[in-house]
């Protein structure tokens, strides 16, 4: 959790996870699932999630883009983010911005 905790902006796959916590990829999987009911990469971007909500709260809507602010977070597709966000969140990131 601290891996992802503090590299969530950088690209990391599961196996660079187990890697930097000296496990196998199958054992950060198990530990996951069994300690938290979630994978690795669904923590990842439920951590990324939350940092992007909380950039967006602190941005300014006239200068900020959405965009800009979930591409520095590691979503790089628009549409699938804003779903997944909407699902976490309740309401859509430009939302969040205006708020």
Known sequence: MEV???HAAEPLTVAEIAECVGV???ALQE???RHLDTTPLAYLREVRLDRVRKELLASD???ATV???ASRWGFLHPGRF???YRQQFGESPSET???
């Open 31 to 33: 530990g996951f699932r």
């Open 24 to 26: 196998g990829v199958r």
């Open 82 to 84: 804003s779903l997944a």
């Open 97 to 99: 911005l205006r708020a």
């Open 61 to 63: 809507p006239g200068s």
């Open 4 to 6: 992802i905790e503090g």
């Open 67 to 69: 965009t800009a602010i």
